[in-house]
Nanobody
Framework: QVQLGESGGGLVQAGGSLRLSCAASGPTFSRHAMGWFRQVPGKEREFVVAISWSGRNTYYENSVRGRFTISRDYAKNTVYLQMNSLKPEDTAVYYC????????????????????WGQGTQVTVSS
């Protein structure tokens, strides 16, 4: 069983930066692929970025590629999302997700592929 907790959200001006953290509990966290998703009211939760449990492979949604960076710290059982050059359209609740995987290089991009979710952290980007 993995429990996830996001932090680091807040209010930032357009062009600014935030770093989100997702702290995970559980002895097998290192064998979980991780992902970040976001959701605005009235819309479906959408994929942002994913990373394999090895950390070797990542995949970014087009609108964030080049601005966001995902990373993971195995010693701290934490996954980070560094968000730079933020835009008002990045405003959303951001969720981290975890999925155990037998493939060290696999990542997942759909919500239904993840078994564990955090409670989310609000990111608001003002224009």
């Amino acid at each position: 069983q993995v429990q996830l907790g996001e932090s680091g959200g807040g209010l930032v001006q357009a062009g600014g930066s935030l770093r989100l953290s997702c702290a995970a509990s559980g002895p097998t966290f290192s064998r979980h692929a991780m992902g970040w998703f976001r959701q605005v009211p009235g819309k479906e939760r959408e994929f942002v970025v994913a990373i394999s449990w090895s950390g070797r492979n990542t995949y970014y949604e087009n609108s964030v590629r080049g601005r966001f960076t995902i990373s993971r710290d195995y010693a701290k059982n934490t996954v980070y999302l560094q968000m730079n050059s933020l835009k008002p359209e990045d405003t959303a609740v951001y969720y981290c997700a975890a999925q155990p995987s037998g493939d060290s290089g696999r990542y997942y991009t759909s919500t239904y592929e993840y078994s564990y979710w955090g409670q989310g952290t609000q990111v608001t980007v003002s224009s």
